[in-house]
């Protein structure tokens, strides 16, 4: 999938774009029904999809000390809007100047004349413009002036509620990754290269991969059943894992780090990119009399672990 980058609003002469509108974070399950409406319209007009989003989050911008944290980079976005059936990614810089753009300039700059929309998919609740003072009633009325048709979704539902980046965000605060892949509609990850760390887990007879992340939400501290990817082209994988997100108890605690212990795997690692799917909440993260202790109760993690990913496959 090609990104573009908005920063400048010049006609991109794209063919008959049927665009979704939204931030996109997690990539969840209501937003992959907005890009599948995209999609599906943009095939009947035998015309190009595309995702357009906001970069930084709005929230950045405005409410600073208030933005959430992101569940997915530009590039991860991206990744799996194309696996969708998205063809464009849009990435318009949000900044002061432009949450003052009233919501007919907004539709009229960004929509008519640089991305030349035929058809504009979004959620029903849809806010755009100065103050958010724009809604789907005026979008459609924009459209009829300036040549797109409006589709508004209603929001996907789960457990009788909408699904959110904020639910996720929720869920993987208390660890529960098994719900945050319900609302994902796949396994919550995070990529990361592979860095040398104290070389405890080696000298244990347990080595784990330390990883440097790019992402910047993380579930909550505990052992998890994971299981990771290599990202780089022809590289070998997937392995079962065992993931220990926490600060390492038993020898002083520290900074959240994220270590995986890939299961029979033997090899160097370092300077590799991994992504890590995170699939099942072993246990708490907790502190160890000694050494002996915590190898054993990692042993009894790697055979809990390699129960809970038999059953994924």
Not at 60 to 84: F, G, H, W, Y
Not at 101 to 120: H, T
Not at 179 to 196: M, N, Q, Y
Request: proline residues 5%; hydrophobic residues 45%; neutral net charge.
């Amino acid at each position: 999938m090609e990104i573009v980058r908005l920063g400048s609003l010049a006609p991109r002469g794209w063919r008959e774009p049927a665009v979704t509108v939204g931030n996109f974070d997690g990539v969840h399950r209501g937003h992959q029904a907005l890009v599948a409406a995209a999609v599906a319209e943009a095939r009947l007009l035998g015309g190009t999809a595309i995702a357009l989003t906001f970069d930084p989050h709005p929230s950045r911008v405005l409410s600073p000390d208030r933005a959430p944290r992101a569940l997915m980079t530009v590039e991860q976005k991206a990744e799996i809007l194309d696996a969708l059936g998205a063809e464009r990614l849009a990435v318009l810089p949000f900044t002061r100047e432009l949450s003052h753009e009233s919501p007919e300039d907004f539709a009229r700059l960004v929509l008519e004349e640089a991305l030349a929309a035929r058809v504009v998919v979004v959620g029903s609740g849809f806010r755009f413009g100065h103050r958010r003072s724009g809604d789907v009633a005026l979008l459609t009325a924009l459209g009829r002036r300036m040549g797109f048709r409006v589709v508004a979704m209603d929001p996907v539902l789960h457990e009788g509620a909408p699904i959110s980046s904020t639910r996720i965000r929720e869920a993987l605060a208390r660890a529960d990754v098994e719900a945050a892949a319900e609302l994902l509609g796949r396994p919550f990850f995070v990529d990361g290269t592979v860095v040398r760390g104290a070389g405890r887990g080696r000298t244990l007879g347990i080595p784990t991969a330390n990883l440097d992340l790019v992402n910047e939400t993380l579930p909550g501290r505990g052992v998890y059943a994971c299981r990771c990817h290599g990202r780089g082209a022809g590289e070998p994988g997937p392995w079962d894992a065992v993931v220990n997100v926490g600060r390492r108890p038993t020898f002083g605690g520290g900074e959240t780090t994220v270590e995986a212990h890939l299961l029979d795997y033997e090899g160097d690692l370092y300077g590799r990119t991994l992504r890590v799917e995170f699939w099942e909440l072993l246990r708490d993260e907790r502190s160890f009399r000694g050494p002996e202790a915590l190898v054993a109760q990692i042993r009894d993690d790697i055979a809990h672990a390699r129960t809970v990913l038999a059953r994924t496959r």
